[in-house]
RNA sequence: GGAGGGGUGCCAGAGCGGUUGAAUGGGACGGUCUCGAAAACCGUUGUAGGUGCAAGCCUACCGUGAGUUCGAAUCUCACCCCCUCCGCCA
């Protein structure tokens, strides 16, 4: 959400950026409304200032006189019950449109209304020359018995995944390393909730736009969220914190649903596209500055980055076009992985910074130096999540006897095991 | 699942249907005093919107929403949340 006034004061701006993100808003009829809204607002306000003058003059009044005055009160009070409800209602309408006001994205996002503008800023690593003929994940899984890929598919319908052997420990292995390493970045350590309430999810940006993206629990009111993200974004949600509470940085993991609607079709081999999965997530809640947003982007980054390295992946950074980035960024870069079989880089990151979109939604507020309320910044981005991961992991890492090599900085967390090995049969 | 108690400002806590945006205490901040500090004393300590050069003034908000009333923190209803006891349970 976009602060009223700054886009009564600067319309063109923000119809720049509904045109760049290809959003559908009619931003004239928004700000028409504002101000059928504002010269209501006031005659109601008017109304309202006379008939608590009236009520207040009452008790002192002359038992003769009062007869009249309520009579006055009460003429008012019908005034108000003509005027209230319209003006609640036009309150409403105006609040809905300006949750699809878009941010404005940095003028250095590539301008295009599609992924296809994203720009390739940097390659790291060298997809490996491989001198025998590597197995893509799927193949891997079956031949070494680390999976029930098919079985838990007829338990769990489409989409679904389970791992076996040492598979299933190094998933949860490199959960564990990604969260070490965070909080050895600084990061304060989370476990929250999968599930939570419709307006956690409009306070952080996903309803109403992508709704049809989450699991709603039939008969509670809830909602399964597809991020840490959305969770930690309301934590702080309606209050004011001090300026020494800035910035907040977090490391949250949790399981993460998406009913990945409209997705029928795509990506439904293997691991790269499921129901479920982990997450470990990064988050935070800064000052209102952009130096500071952007510190921390680089911050956030560079972590991902550096977790990429240790887990020995090839990958490239993605600079977002304003039509890919998202509603509510100011900024996104996607961190890509190289999938072998795939013969190219697959998402496995996506760093966003939001300005005060979300906060503004959530009413995310602090108290600044000079003692002035202000809405804080938030960025968030991926730090690992598996089993997307794991599909890099396996391809790039493969040895000729189909097993699997283990990143040296997560071997400790597989008990020093360094090869992923075949799943033995126990008759 | 059953029974009860409660949600007021940064915190604790008062509040007859009418000058209560809210007593009192604590905390925090500023000042006096002091070489400095403590103590003591004095003062300040809402959010959002509107209006005004400004001082100020107006409107809303005492968990949320609806209702009763000329007038609601105070009455009614629904919902949400917290606490205690019993039952069940990883």
Not at 407 to 419: D, F, L, R, S, W
């Amino acid at each position: 959400m976009l602060d009223i006034k700054f886009i009564r004061e600067n319309p063109e701006t923000v119809k720049k950026a509904i045109l760049e993100k290809a959003a559908k808003l009619n931003l004239d009829a928004l700000l028409e409304l504002d101000a059928k809204i504002m010269a209501l607002r006031k005659e109601t306000e008017e109304v309202q200032a006379e008939a608590n003058r009236v009520a207040k003059k009452i008790p002192k009044a002359d038992v003769a006189a009062r007869g009249e005055m309520v009579a006055q009160g009460k003429n008012l009070k019908t005034k108000l019950t003509d005027l209230e409800p319209t003006l609640r209602n036009l309150e409403a309408q105006l609040r809905d449109l300006m949750l699809e006001v878009p941010q404005i994205p940095w003028a250095g996002a590539p301008v295009g209304a599609d992924e296809s503008f994203n720009l390739e800023i940097k390659k790291v690593g060298t997809p490996r020359v491989f001198d025998f003929t590597p197995l893509d994940h799927v193949a891997l899984i079956e031949q070494n018995g680390w999976g029930e890929l098919e079985r838990i598919s007829r338990i769990s319908g489409t989409r679904s995944y389970a791992l076996k052997g040492d598979l299933a420990v190094y998933e949860q292995a490199l959960l564990r390393f990604a969260f070490d390493q965070m909080i050895a970045a600084g990061f304060t350590a989370m476990t929250v909730p999968s599930y939570a309430r419709e307006e956690v999810f409009t306070a952080h940006g996903q309803f109403p736009a992508a709704r049809d993206q989450v699991y709603e629990m039939e008969g509670s009111e809830l909602f399964l969220s597809g991020t840490a993200e959305v969770l930690l974004n309301s934590l702080h949600a309606d209050e004011i914190l001090a300026e020494d509470d800035l910035a907040a940085a977090y490391v949250a993991i949790s399981p993460c649903f998406r009913a990945e609607a409209g997705a029928a079709g795509k990506d439904t081999r293997g691991l790269i596209r499921v129901h479920q999965f982990n997450k470990v997530e990064q988050y935070v809640l800064c000052k209102a500055d952009s130096r500071e947003s952007e510190k921390w982007f680089d911050t956030l980054l560079a972590n991902a980055e550096s977790l990429l390295q240790a887990l020995e992946l090839p990958y490239r950074l993605l600079e977002t076009s304003t039509g890919d980035m998202g509603t509510g960024k100011v900024r996104m870069i996607d961190l890509e992985s190289w999938v072998p079989s795939e013969n190219r880089y697959r998402e496995t990151h996506s760093c966003s910074a939001l300005h005060d979109w979300q906060a503004r939604r959530a009413n995310l507020r602090y108290r600044d130096a000079e003692g002035k309320v202000r809405h804080a910044f938030t960025l968030n981005n991926t730090a690992l999540a598996t089993p997307r991961i794991l599909v890099m992991l396996l391809e790039n890492h493969q040895n000729p006897d189909g097993t699997v090599n283990i990143p040296v900085a997560v071997q400790p967390y597989m008990n020093g095991k360094t090869k992923l090995e075949m799943t033995k049969r126990r008759s």
